[in-house]
């Protein structure tokens, strides 16, 4: 098996696979700073919640928003929440030089090295479920797909019929 990316702190090689990573997107109108003020915020219907981690100044402090119960959260909430982190993921990966970087780890397992979550992460103990590694290794193959796609849509036909 290939040897797999571990990706947390700001020195991991491949920390931009993190959702604290500096890189943000568009969606909805806004300008999210990064996946984790995104993800956060989806948590809430009530408005000005969600505009307080929009604008909060670092996904620590989204997360921490976003982890407060003084606003209830969706009832769908753990129905959704992987599709909410995924297209988070895939608007990430819209990037032009974060997708190169994304195919550039081949098919080696990502794996969120957190020591406190053991969903998203592997958790201390290493044997969580490593859900946001998994839906980057979904985005990284959609990605790969799609450029094939449109590689093979820009190639010229070799055996096209002359007559
Ligand atoms: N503390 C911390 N530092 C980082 O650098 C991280 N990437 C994370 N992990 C992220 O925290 C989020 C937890 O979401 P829940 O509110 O518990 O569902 C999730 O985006 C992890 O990837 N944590």
Do not use: C
Not at 84 to 91: F, G, Q, R
């Amino acid at each position: 098996m290939a040897k797999p990316i571990h990706f947390f702190a700001k020195t991991d090689a491949y920390h931009q696979l993190s959702n604290f990573a500096p890189f943000g997107f568009e969606e909805g109108g806004l300008r999210w700073p990064t996946v984790e003020h995104y993800f956060q915020a989806q948590k809430f219907i009530d408005l000005g919640h969600r505009e307080r981690i929009l604008k909060a100044h670092s996904p620590q402090q989204a997360k921490t928003l976003g982890q407060s119960r003084a606003f209830p959260i969706r009832d769908d909430w753990d129905q959704i929440k992987d599709a909410v982190m995924k297209h988070a993921l895939l608007k990430k990966f819209e990037d032009p030089t974060l997708r190169l970087l994304l195919l550039e780890t081949k098919s080696r397992p990502l794996i969120e090295n957190s020591p406190y979550d053991r969903y998203w992460g592997i958790g201390r103990d290493g044997k969580g479920k490593n859900v946001l590694g998994r839906l980057l290794a979904e985005v990284r193959t959609e990605i790969r797909n799609a450029d094939q796609a449109n590689t093979r849509e820009s190639a010229p036909a070799t055996h096209a019929r002359k007559f």
